[in-house]
């Protein structure tokens, strides 16, 4: 696991920055996570309680763990994008499945302004980026609902593969988990 650092870097990819959160994230991230849609295929339900402290819990994961979700926003060139939070990609530990809970989490969640685009792979790239170099981990892991066509596709962009499945108690359901390990020195 990486050392502790309470600061994520700032990354730039041509269209995003992967960023620490900001109190001015909390509201456009709690949209993102009321969305029906965009929940649609959580392995867990987000709750009210989980959305109102969504972004408490983004910033203490990198306190922890000295790597976790950036906040993502665009910077691309159109007034109505440029500056707009879109979601979230980085590392967390899925302690609701406690037979992964150890194994760090290469996860991402976006808001529909962003699908179709290649924001998500885009972002995702950047942030494994920095979990296997800065962050020296040397695998991750991605547990994505079977039906969840765009995070299948992400993730094989991604060069990952399924390595299994588990039962997710919440879902009651098996959900896939997918691995990636970290880049030949």
């Given at each position: 696991m990486a050392a502790a650092r309470s600061v994520p870097p700032t990354i730039l990819t041509p269209r995003l920055v992967l960023?620490?959160?900001t109190a001015e994230d909390a509201e456009?991230?709690?949209?993102?996570?009321?969305?029906?849609e965009v929940v649609r295929y959580l392995n867990r339900p987000v709750h009210e309680a989980a959305v109102t402290g969504f972004h408490a819990a983004a910033v203490e994961h990198w306190i922890t763990h000295g790597v976790g979700l950036f906040a993502i926003e665009s910077r691309e060139p159109e007034p109505e994008r440029h500056g707009v939070l879109l979601g979230f990609a980085g590392i967390g530990y899925p302690a609701f499945?406690?037979?992964?809970?150890?194994?760090p989490e290469l996860g991402w969640r976006l808001g529909p302004a962003a699908w179709g685009r290649g924001i998500a792979t885009e972002a995702v790239t950047a942030a494994a980026g920095d979990a296997f170099g800065r962050g020296g981990l040397r695998q991750t892991i991605s547990i994505i609902h079977p039906e969840n066509e765009r995070s299948r596709r992400v993730a094989l962009k991604q060069g990952m593969t399924i390595e299994g499945q588990v039962h997710n108690p919440v879902l009651d359901r098996p959900v896939d988990v997918w691995t990636k390990d970290a880049p030949p020195t």
């Open positions: 960023r620490a959160w456009p991230m709690m949209a993102i996570n009321r969305d029906p499945l406690p037979e992964l809970a150890t194994r």
